[in-house]
């Protein structure tokens, strides 16, 4: 489970969210996600893709 933080600017919500979203299919609080939706966005289309480390030049 990760253990970061992310903000918009006026929310701040876990790494976990995410987490629980794909491993679980746990959403989001409600609040969150009329933030969301209020500042235009919408849900991203899922993947998974493997993780790939980046190289450093």
């Known amino acids: 489970m990760p253990l970061t933080f992310h903000t918009d600017g006026t929310w701040v919500w876990s790494g976990a969210v995410a987490y629980y979203l794909t491993e679980h ?33």
Do not use: F, M
């Not at 969150?32 to 919408?42: E, T």
């Open 25 to 57: 299919g746990v959403p989001p609080e409600p609040d969150l996600v009329a933030h969301i939706r209020a500042a235009g966005s919408a849900s991203p289309r899922w993947t998974r893709r493997p993780w790939t480390p980046r190289t450093r030049p």
